[in-house]
């Protein structure tokens, strides 16, 4: 579906777009990713197509070989950019945040993400930026660096209270010499693009301005817009692109233009191809326009003293911790 939209929309023809493919996740970054009893069960499963990773992600034949693909896509990404070939890659799979080193769950079985990281280390990096605006919180990559300084990874999802997978809350901070350099902020329900604007440009640039990243990986969040059938945040492509728009400045800012983008989750097939024309016209320069768009709602008193006050709270512990003034 992305390769057609992507070859209808003009992009393969860009002369600055390239076409990689994917090689399977090395198995020793798997290794360091996942714990070997995991590993195991997910090859058991594959094996015999018996079995479920966890209750909302099923098994199948031969589903070891497809996560391998699926994440190794991001790394293989990742080591294009290393050696210098691209500056930037965007993978329509990847972004398997809810995986964790000894499960998976929320339709994650490797986390392509923590893989991406541990490449990252072995060639030297030590300022990684995980920025994850996927609606969901990515709980399984918080919990790989939650004391690692290394990586820092801010998370904008949708108020885990009542949605999957109900972790990443303000609090959730890092623990030891990472304190600090796990942030979370969430919104209520039916917020659109006005709070969460006003949210973005509180917190991400003097975070950014501190950390100097030296990578990122990102995740645009197709799932937070207003027509995805999974969440109820209420975005348009507007806001996808603004993020994508000032994620991509910050990595030729700070990274050399280094920048990876892994889809993450999008359940609705027209605005997951619209925020994928966004996020590549973004980096390529491709001019693209998505369809007009009217969510039902705008944000209303109630909404904007919510996030008004979780931004508060967010600062209030984070900027301390890590001496932003
Ligand atoms: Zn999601
Ligand atoms: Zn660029």
């Avoid at 600090?180 to 902020?185: A, P, V």
């Avoid at 604007?197 to 917190?203: E, I, Q, V």
Wanted: hydrophobic content about 35%; some cysteine.
């Amino acid at each position: 579906m992305v390769r057609d939209f992507l070859k209808a929309s003009g992009f393969l023809d860009q002369p600055n777009v390239t076409n990689i493919i994917p090689r399977p996740l090395d198995t020793r970054i798997l290794a360091k990713t996942h714990s070997s009893a995991y590993i195991r069960y997910v090859q058991r499963i594959s094996e015999t197509g018996e079995g479920e990773i966890d209750i909302d992600t099923p098994g199948f034949k031969g589903i070891y070989e497809n996560a391998l693909v699926t994440s190794g896509a991001t790394v293989t990404g990742v080591d294009a950019i290393l050696s210098g070939e691209i500056e930037h890659f965007y993978t329509p799979t990847g972004g398997f945040h809810h995986a964790s080193y000894d499960r998976g769950g929320g339709f994650c079985v490797f986390n392509d993400v923590a893989a991406s990281v541990y490449r990252l280390k072995e060639a030297g990096f030590r300022r990684i930026l995980i920025a994850d605006f996927d609606v969901h919180h990515g709980n399984g990559t918080q919990s790989y660096f939650y004391d690692d300084p290394e990586v820092m990874v801010i998370s904008f999802h949708e108020d885990p209270e009542w949605l999957y997978p109900h972790e990443g809350h303000l609090h959730e901070t890092g623990v030891g010499l990472g304190q600090g350099y796990n942030i979370n902020m969430h919104f209520p329900m039916d917020a659109g693009d006005a709070v969460y604007k006003y949210a973005f440009d509180r917190l991400v640039p003097k975070l950014l301005d501190y950390y100097k990243p030296e990578f990122i990986l990102f995740l645009p969040g197709f799932d937070a817009h207003y027509r995805d059938p999974l969440a109820h945040l209420n975005l348009t492509t507007d806001m996808i692109r603004y993020v994508a728009q000032f994620i991509h400045d910050s990595a030729h800012r700070w990274c050399n233009g280094r920048l990876g983008i892994v889809s993450g989750g999008g359940y609705h097939p027209d605005t997951f191809r619209w925020g994928v024309g966004e996020v590549m016209s973004v980096i390529s320069g491709h001019r693209h326009q998505s369809p007009p768009q009217h969510p039902p709602f705008e944000d209303d008193d109630e909404i904007w003293q919510i996030v008004r006050s979780n931004i508060s709270e967010v600062e209030g512990i984070i900027f301390p911790l890590l001496g932003i003034g």
